[in-house]
């Protein structure tokens, strides 16, 4: 007859209840940071609906409002000719 190293009442915790544990760990950490992410992106939207320059003067966003906008930005940067082909290359393509 084998001697017992441990009793039973001094054994460890199932597996199971281990794991589960871990699982829901796991849940409420993953579930703190993503609510956490949907809090600060939402806020950075109100923030930015209300206190941008468009929205200041009284140009809310809309479908396209924002690429036009990123176009006429590009333009006031890089100025037109920001193709990487000349408008004689352009219009020779074109007519083929």
Sequence with gaps: MAISVMPKMCSALPMAI????????????FS???????ALTYGIRVH???KSGLCEKGRWL???RV????V???KN???????AYLD?????????
């Design 18 to 29: 281990i794991n589960g544990a871990f699982s829901a760990l796991l849940f409420y950490i």
């Design 32 to 38: 703190g940071v993503n609510a956490t992410w949907f």
């Design 48 to 50: 930015m609906n209300g």
């Design 62 to 64: 809309g479908k396209y």
């Design 67 to 70: 690429a036009t906008d990123i």
């Design 72 to 74: 006429k930005a590009i």
């Design 77 to 83: 940067d890089l100025g037109n000719d920001i193709c």
């Design 88 to 96: 004689r290359e352009l219009e020779l393509a074109w007519r083929e």
